[in-house]
């Protein structure tokens, strides 16, 4: 965990907070405690090689922290408990509203229907949200969220299904910030050729 940022009292009772909150989605193969922390660092990450100020790195954090805890209370398209959940926390410890504020934003950008982010922040959010695709993770990972939605949603989904939509998803994912373009790009098309293989062969 990058000292950078969890030596602030926040950030360090938040995790805290989170963890108890996903202790319950233990059973989930992808969206769990450590999937946010995974991507919370690599948002640091981005926001070091971007060159966002300090407080902004904060915000970053709390943001990415709370942006699965919805799971806790419904599987799909729920951004809106995303938010009110950091909101509620923030409040009882008294962080400014103004930031609030930012953070309920951050979070509601991070949709997958959620295609022209607006500002830095929200480039980066959605760059580190979908990092692990253009990593040598990806098929672990993909499979790993598949056996999960398979697991919440009672259903079975057939793997030439999952192949053509995974391979739709990286063939229409755009980057939104330079330092993710210029270190995933090879390994993105990389990832998008092996499935580009093992759906012809499905055929």
Same mark, same amino acid.
């Given at each position: ?7 602030? =009292? ?33 948002? /640091?990450?981005?926001? *070091? ?42 409040? $009882? ?5 103004? *930031? /609030?504020?930012? /953070? ?8 997958? =229907? ?31 969220? *598949? ?6 949603? =009672?259903?079975? /989904? ?18 939104? $910030? ?24 499905? *055929?």
């Amino acid at each position: 965990m990058p000292e950078i940022i969890t030596d602030r =009292k926040i950030v360090k009772n938040a995790l805290v907070y989170v963890n108890r909150m996903l202790g319950s989605l233990e059973q989930h193969y992808y969206h769990h405690y450590w999937h946010a922390v995974e991507v919370m660092n690599r948002s /640091i990450y981005l926001w *070091k090689k971007e060159w966002l100020n300090e407080e902004e790195l904060e915000i970053l954090a709390l943001a990415w922290l709370f942006h699965d805890t919805w799971f806790i209370i419904q599987y799909d398209d729920n951004e809106r408990f995303w938010a009110k959940i950091a909101k509620n926390y923030l409040k $009882t410890v008294l962080f400014p509203n103004e *930031k /609030i504020e930012i /953070i309920e934003d951050l979070i509601m950008a991070t949709s997958v =229907k959620y295609l022209n982010p607006k500002n830095i922040l929200e480039k980066v959010l959605k760059d580190s949200d979908m990092d692990n695709l253009w990593t040598d993770k990806f098929f672990k990972k993909w499979n790993d969220l *598949k056996k999960e939605i398979e697991l919440v949603k =009672k259903i079975k /989904i057939e793997d030439p299904d999952w192949h053509h939509y995974s391979l739709d998803l990286l063939r229409k994912h755009n980057f939104y $910030t330079k330092t993710e373009n210029i270190e995933r790009i090879e390994k993105k098309l990389e990832n998008e050729k092996e499935l580009e293989k093992i759906v012809s062969r499905e *055929k």
